[in-house]
C-alpha cells in the first residue's frame, strides 16, 4: 500500500526542489543597486508623489461581488448538466441557494453598494 503513494511523494519533492531553484535562480541573477531600485518606474518618466496610496474600496466590493456571482456559475452549471437526475429536492435546493445570493444583491442595491459616482 506505501507504494502506492510514492507517486505523490515524488511529485511533491519535484515541486519542492523546482521552487526552491526558482528562488535561489533568481537571487543569482536579480540586478544590485543603490537607492534608484526602490523607487516606482512608470513609462520612463519620474513618480510623482508616494506609490503607497489607498484605493477606492468600490474597487473591493465590485470584486467581491463578481467572485460571488462568478461562484453561483460555476455550482449552477454541473446542476443544469444534472437537472433531470437530481429530481424535485435538487430544483428546491439550487432555488434556495439562488434566493439566499439574490437577497445578498438586493442587501447591497439597498446600501448602495453598486452605486458608482
Same mark, same amino acid.
Given at each position: 500500500?506505501?507504494?502506492?503513494? @510514492?507517486? !505523490?511523494?515524488?511529485?511533491?519533492?519535484?515541486?519542492?526542489? @523546482?521552487? +526552491?531553484?526558482?528562488?535561489?535562480?533568481?537571487?543569482?541573477?536579480?540586478?544590485?543597486?543603490?537607492?534608484?531600485?526602490?523607487?516606482?518606474?512608470?513609462?520612463?518618466?519620474?513618480?510623482?508623489?508616494?506609490?503607497?496610496?489607498?484605493?477606492?474600496?468600490?474597487?473591493?466590493?465590485?470584486?467581491? @461581488?463578481? +467572485?460571488?456571482?462568478?461562484?453561483?456559475?460555476?455550482?449552477?452549471?454541473?446542476?443544469?448538466?444534472?437537472?433531470?437526475?437530481?429530481?424535485?429536492?435538487?430544483?428546491?435546493? +439550487?432555488? !434556495?441557494?439562488?434566493? !439566499?445570493?439574490?437577497?445578498?444583491? !438586493?442587501?447591497?442595491?439597498?446600501?448602495?453598494?453598486?452605486?458608482?459616482?
Amino acid at each position: 500500500m506505501l507504494r502506492q503513494y @510514492f507517486h !505523490i511523494l515524488l511529485f511533491a519533492l519535484i515541486g519542492l526542489v @523546482f521552487g +526552491v531553484m526558482l528562488i535561489v535562480v533568481s537571487s543569482l541573477v536579480r540586478l544590485r543597486g543603490g537607492r534608484k531600485d526602490l523607487t516606482s518606474y512608470e513609462c520612463g518618466m519620474e513618480a510623482v508623489g508616494s506609490p503607497w496610496i489607498s484605493p477606492n474600496i468600490r474597487f473591493y466590493v465590485f470584486a467581491l @461581488f463578481f +467572485v460571488i456571482f462568478d461562484a453561483e456559475v460555476l455550482f449552477i452549471y454541473p446542476w443544469a448538466v444534472q437537472f433531470k437526475t437530481l429530481g424535485v429536492v435538487g430544483y428546491v435546493e +439550487v432555488v !434556495i441557494f439562488v434566493a !439566499i445570493l439574490f437577497l445578498g444583491l !438586493i442587501y447591497a442595491w439597498k446600501k448602495d453598494a453598486l452605486k458608482w459616482e
